[in-house]
């Protein structure tokens, strides 16, 4: 292994373990990407989600003066 900050986890050469902050990290580039990937996905669909829930509340209230008007209008 070149880097000295890591050390390889015994049985398992697919993870590492920083020697400075003791967390033990994956090496599998591929898995980091998926997951990346993932999470962006995520938050573009809860993003839609809002957008589409708020679009949904200003078309009620949109209705809800159309109403009013012609309610108002047939008096």
Known sequence: MS?????EVIDRPDLV???????ILSRDVQKLQDHRRK??????LINNTNDIN???QEISEIKDLLRELIKEKNK
């Open 3 to 7: 880097d000295p900050e890591q050390l």
């Open 39 to 44: 999470v962006a996905l995520m938050r573009s």
């Open 17 to 23: 373990r920083d020697t400075r902050s003791k967390a």
């Open 54 to 56: 708020e679009l949904k």
